[in-house]
């Protein structure tokens, strides 16, 4: 009897703490709706979408960590990081693009694999590891580039493919789709492949 209670108490907790993060966006959303201005307008959705996209791929990444119990801090510095690596790489050495982004995708890819390590082999607490590891992100990044700031091709430039390919192509947030195909892909990963079983069974 207790043991269904306590699984009752549970998974009321649970279901409160979900309801509590969808309220806060409907107030949210509900705040702006009636004290901003132009909130309903398709030119608002398309900003707003334009600019947040990203934060979803990074939420998306961390929700498998996060569901395990584990946390990652380095996680914008990583991403900051190696993007102004490869915007360095593309200004200042005339790196082909795609080659950049390639450069992107294995620095980033490194920095995870070193949290990685830290945690599952030498058994350091993901807050003490990646903590120190946005710090050394944030170090390497600035000794690189020197401080300055790194840009990469607009729609108009050459190379600015990747922008309409993308991120962004005739005021279409391109990167909202790409997010929702990411999205698809993790759900998949999460409730149906023998990977996503064990990352909740690490929950427990």
Do not use: H
Request: with cysteine; charged share 10%; aromatic share 14%.
């Amino acid at each position: 009897m207790k043991e269904e209670l306590y699984e009752m108490q549970q998974f009321v907790t649970n279901n409160l703490r979900k309801l509590l993060a969808f309220g806060i966006l409907v107030v949210l959303y509900v705040f702006f709706a009636i004290f901003g201005r132009n909130f309903f307008s398709t030119d608002m959705a398309l900003v707003v979408l334009s600019s947040a996209y990203w934060i979803g791929f990074l939420a998306i990444g961390v929700t498998f960590v996060i569901i395990t119990g584990g946390i990652d801090l380095s996680l914008g510095t990583s991403m900051i990081c190696s993007a102004i690596i490869g915007g360095m790489l593309y200004r200042d050495f005339a790196m082909p693009l795609w080659l950049c982004f390639i450069v992107v995708v294995m620095i980033a890819t490194l920095i995870g694999l070193i949290n990685g390590i830290l945690v599952t082999r030498l058994k350091l607490p993901p807050f003490i590891a990646t903590l120190g590891m946005m710090m050394v992100a944030r170090g390497f990044g600035s000794i690189i580039t020197r401080t300055t700031a790194k840009t990469y091709p607009s729609m108009y430039e050459e190379g600015g493919w990747f922008q309409m390919t993308f991120l962004r192509s005739d005021n279409i947030p391109v990167g909202v789709l790409w997010l929702l195909a990411y999205f698809i892909l993790a759900f998949i990963i999460l409730n149906k492949t023998k990977l996503g079983r064990y990352i909740f069974a690490r929950q427990q």
